[in-house]
């Protein structure tokens, strides 16, 4: 995507998001094949100081607070230099506060003189409700106050926070008027976004753009069992069978119990997840981009067919289940392009139920709970079981359900022999059972 | 009372012509002007969304007046001078009244503010997607000069036997074509010129005659037709002449079984479009209803032109924005070539004869 490595760099008092930023930031830039890697700096003062005492360490006039302070923010960009330089990342997201235009300053002299682009998120926000909440989210589980009490936490955090207001220099219209930024105002609802120099840039300014923080779910659940299913056939488009018909049934019920403000749901355009939402008496969207992998020459075929006709591709497969394409058909790494609008709707959208498919849902679930792409392809979700996956702190909380009703099992893990040379019994290993 | 005779024209275009956006272009400079608009539009339950344009570049300004404000019909009998003159004293009348849109007073507006042609935007409270969607397609254009060449691959294999899709190789002529656009390439002499294929491999042997670096894009495959994969449209009366039908009946929203429908290119082609929009001289090489797609684009043909627009092989279109459109150049680089253009046939009923539904096929081996 682009040529030179860029790096992205908070900005803003604490408590205003930055951390989740970074980290939501990250995970998007993986789940899209843009290698990113975050570098916090206070896990870098964390690292050095061991033990923290109290607030007093973040006085500007704190001397040796000051120095350690400085020494960790150039370990930590060192640290940055061997991530872009040397490792290949293409993305790293230094968060701190860099408060002052000093500090920014050397920042972008390091991107200069290694060759990185620069671009600066700041994350502005006076609403004392929203820095409460996020006192109470996040900074009460860190390791800085272990061991206080709530209130102490609180009223330590909102000292140390003072001592960064006074010489708090935000991204000025003026005086930052080369800097390439976005200014994000009270968690969203205004930005000021300042010359963006490439398609990056323009990616992450879209995304940053269309997350909220607002409290709600997101439902992920395949089709009800289809007869294909039961065949032990890939692709097609089929229709329920019985058991998928009774699923469908008891999700509605399910859907009814957990009494959901505003529930959007999305199905594909395949037969079985169109049947699948019909049951529940709602009205749905349907998406083409959320139809299952298209299995090319493989499509309609039992696994011991594959081996049968296609014994090569089938390993090759195994060897790399993420970027293999099916002859005429699709890979996982196809999905995840033609997921990305689902994945930036879903940010936008607060309740939501997406019924979908085995490698769809995998991919959906390896954005939100930040899994490699090596992981991806085996990640297992299981017919009738509906997956919640509630927002909490700096990532997912996940509920799993299963709704009770028996299903085949369509989860192939991959098998010990992967060589092209392996006999039909190593290739078939792992297939799980049918009709 | 214009503003009023326009505005009543935007309610029927939501009403009786179910259109979904309307767009409002004036300068709508007063804040009294734009809380009119607003009243208008909340008694008839219509989100707005303000688009501000603020630039004090004089350079900017000048070529701008240049370019859309002397061919406009208010100035068409006067001279370029007194034109410029006239046209920069329209602008000082509505300075003096002119009331920005104001980060503290509008604060509960939805609005973009774009400074100096992109190069800073303030964004407040976007409501929905399709607010979400125009923010940032509005944060990709700009105003450079350049131009976009469009083309196909050279002729492969499967067109000299009148099969359609499949992923065959260049015929010699097709490989003629390659070379010579290599030329026309070197002789055009583009800046900074990024060529994008698709992963198909009449798209990259076609780039890899131009000896530079090219990118291969997904999203730029030709449209799937399924069932129909590599058969000759005789084939596929014989054997799907109600699907041939159909297709004749609605081309741009038709499906193939199993495969994609015009209406589907243009839903993966959108962040082809989103790039193209950021990037100054581009070659693109792909496929006939991918350029179709494009074109259609680029010189706003509506869903019933658009399977029908003609992009014969070895044949170049240069598209380079002026004034509020495209200026097109097409340059045929004298290798023949087959044609694959099928138009549509007089008779499109499913009870139609094989003859009928094959009248227009293009000749093939």
Not at chain 1, 16 to 33: D, E, H, Q, V
Not at chain 1, 114 to 123: I, L, M, Q, R
Not at chain 2, 36 to 55: D, H, L, M, T
Not at chain 2, 252 to 268: A, M, Q
């Amino acid at each position: 995507m682009t040529n030179c490595p860029t790096l992205i760099v908070t900005v803003g008092l604490p408590a205003r998001g930055k951390t989740y930023i970074s980290k939501k930031l990250t995970r998007y830039l993986n789940w899209i094949g843009v290698p990113t890697k975050e570098f916090n700096v206070g896990d870098y003062r964390r690292e050095c100081l061991k033990i923290y005492k109290s607030f007093e360490f973040f006085r500007p006039d704190n001397e040796e607070g000051v120095k350690i302070r400085r020494q960790c923010a150039m370990s930590a960009l060192n640290d940055v230099r061997q991530y872009l330089s040397v490792e290949g990342g293409q993305v790293a997201v230094f968060d701190a506060t860099n408060t002052t235009r000093d500090r920014r300053g050397t920042i972008m002299k390091f991107a200069e003189q290694n060759g990185f682009k620069v671009f600066f998120v700041e994350s502005v926000c006076e609403d004392p409700e929203v820095i409460a909440q996020n006192i109470v989210q996040v900074k009460l589980e860190n390791p800085d106050y272990m061991n206080c009490s709530s209130e102490e936490a609180i009223e330590d955090f909102m000292e140390r926070i003072k001592c960064y207001e006074t010489s708090y220099q935000p991204l000025d219209e003026d005086l930052d008027s080369d800097v390439s930024y976005i200014k994000i105002m009270d968690v969203g609802r205004r930005y000021l976004v300042n010359r963006v120099v490439d398609h990056i840039q323009s990616r992450i300014v879209y995304y940053l753009m269309n997350i909220h923080i607002t409290p709600r779910s997101i439902y992920l659940c395949r089709h009800g069992e289809s007869d294909l299913n039961i065949k032990g056939r890939i692709g097609g488009d089929s229709g329920l069978s019985g058991r998928g018909k009774e699923f469908a049934k008891r999700l509605r019920n399910f859907l009814e119990e957990q009494n959901i403000k505003d529930l959007k749901i999305w199905t594909s355009q395949m037969k079985r997840t169109i049947q699948t939402a019909e049951c529940l008496g709602v009205p749905y969207e349907q998406w083409k981009s959320l139809n299952e992998i298209d299995a090319g020459v493989c499509e309609e075929m039992m696994y011991e067919e594959i081996q049968e006709h296609f014994p090569l591709e089938f390993a090759l497969r195994d060897q790399d289940k993420y970027r293999y394409r099916y002859p005429k058909g699709e890979s996982y790494e196809d999905l995840v392009q033609r997921l990305e609008p689902v994945i930036m709707e879903l940010e936008r959208q607060e309740n939501v139920l997406v019924i979908c498919h085995q490698a769809i849902m995998r991919c959906l679930l390896a954005y939100f709970l930040d899994k490699t792409s090596h992981e991806l392809p085996y990640l297992k979700c299981p017919l009738h079981t509906v997956l919640k996956l509630t927002p909490v702190a700096y990532g997912c909380k996940v509920e799993s359900v299963y709704l009770g009703v028996e299903s085949v099992n369509t989860h192939r893990d991959r098998p010990e022999n992967v060589n092209v040379q392996r006999s039909t019994e190593d290739a078939l290993q792992t297939v799980p059972a049918h009709l | 009372a214009c503003a009023s005779a326009a505005l009543k024209d935007v309610a029927a275009y939501f009403t009786k012509e179910y259109g979904q956006v309307a767009v409002f272009d004036a300068t709508n400079t007063t804040r009294e002007r734009r809380a009119v608009i607003n009243s208008f539009a909340k008694e008839r339950g219509y989100k707005v969304f303000f688009v501000e344009s603020i630039c004090d570049d004089p350079e900017i300004i000048t070529e701008n007046i240049k370019q859309v404000k002397f061919g406009s019909p208010d100035y068409i009998d006067r001279d370029i001078e007194e034109a410029m003159t006239d046209f920069v004293q329209r602008i000082e009348c509505y300075k003096a009244s002119y009331t920005s849109i104001d980060d503290e007073k509008d604060r509960k507006l939805s609005y973009i503010k774009i400074f100096d042609v992109g190069s800073r935007y303030l964004v407040n409270q976007v409501q929905d997607h399709i607010q979400s969607r125009i923010v940032y397609y509005l944060m990709n254009i700009h105003v450079t000069p350049r131009s976009i060449y469009l083309s196909r691959h050279g002729e492969s294999e499967l067109n000299l036997l009148g099969r359609i899709g499949g992923d065959s190789g260049l015929s010699p002529r097709g490989l003629k074509y390659a070379d010579a656009l290599a030329v026309f390439i070197r002789d055009q002499q583009i800046k900074d010129l990024k060529v994008w294929t698709s992963h198909m491999k009449r798209t990259i042997q076609t780039a890899e005659a131009l000896g530079v670096q090219y990118e291969q894009w997904k999203a730029l495959n030709e449209i799937d037709a399924g069932v129909c994969e590599e058969l000759t449209y005789e084939e596929i009366q014989e054997n799907f002449p109600e699907e041939f039908a159909m297709r004749d009946q609605e081309k741009y929203r038709y499906r193939y079984p199993k495969g994609e429908s015009y209406e589907d290119l243009v839903h993966r082609l959108e962040p082809v479009i989103m790039e193209l929009e950021r990037q100054e001289n581009v070659l693109v090489i792909c496929h006939q209803a991918i350029m179709r797609c494009l074109i259609a684009y680029f010189l706003d043909k509506p869903a019933d032109e658009l399977p029908y627009l003609r992009c014969p092989l070895h044949t170049v279109l240069k598209l380079t924005p002026v004034a509020y459109g495209c200026k097109v150049e097409s340059f045929f680089l004298n290798i023949e070539a087959v044609n694959t253009h099928r138009e549509k046939p007089t008779n499109v009923t499913i009870s139609r004869k094989s003859d009928e539904a094959l009248q227009t096929v293009p000749k093939h081996n």
